[in-house]
């Protein structure tokens, strides 16, 4: 089983391309596990996978740490919405406008009445990866 520590010795802070591909499938490995039952997912690990995708900033990612973030009230505690922003939060509405799935209707809801709260004034990709670097980074 894979869990946080060996994450960062296998991806490090900055995973290359090349094992995107894994970490989206640890993640939805873990976000089954979690939606079957609140604990039984490694919600951190889910976080660190979250945190590696949005610094991949693919917007293709959006639904997939979407749906992580839904699995359960941990999970949604743990996972930020900001990760969902790789690629900025006017890329990321666009891309869910686009989709007519649920879950995609559902994320930009979210997003836009947070936005409308003004919980994204100020909100730079760049400046939130340091941040993100900062935490992982320690």
């Known amino acids: 089983m894979t869990d946080v520590e060996e994450c960062w010795r296998r991806y490090g ?4 391309d090349a094992d995107l591909d894994e970490i989206r499938a ?21 976080r660190l996978c979250c ?8 917007v293709d990612d959006v ?3 979407w749906s992580a973030k839904q699995a359960s009230f941990d999970a949604a505690c743990s996972i930020d919405i ?21 879950a995609a209707a559902a994320a930009l809801d979210r ?6 709260d ?6 730079s990709v760049e400046e939130r990866s340091a941040s993100y670097d900062r935490y992982y980074g320690d």
């Open 51 to 58: 945190f590696y995708l949005f610094n991949s900033g693919d």
């Open 13 to 16: 802070l900055r995973p290359v």
């Open 26 to 46: 640890l993640l939805r490995e873990h976000t089954a596990r979690e939606r079957r039952s609140q604990g039984e997912g490694d919600t951190e690990l889910m």
């Open 82 to 102: 900001e990760f969902l922003l790789g690629h900025g939060l006017d890329a990321t509405k666009a891309h869910l406008s686009a989709n007519r799935a649920p």
């Open 63 to 65: 639904l997939l740490i």
């Open 118 to 123: 003004g919980e994204f004034e100020g909100f």
């Open 111 to 116: 997003l836009r009445k947070l936005e409308a």
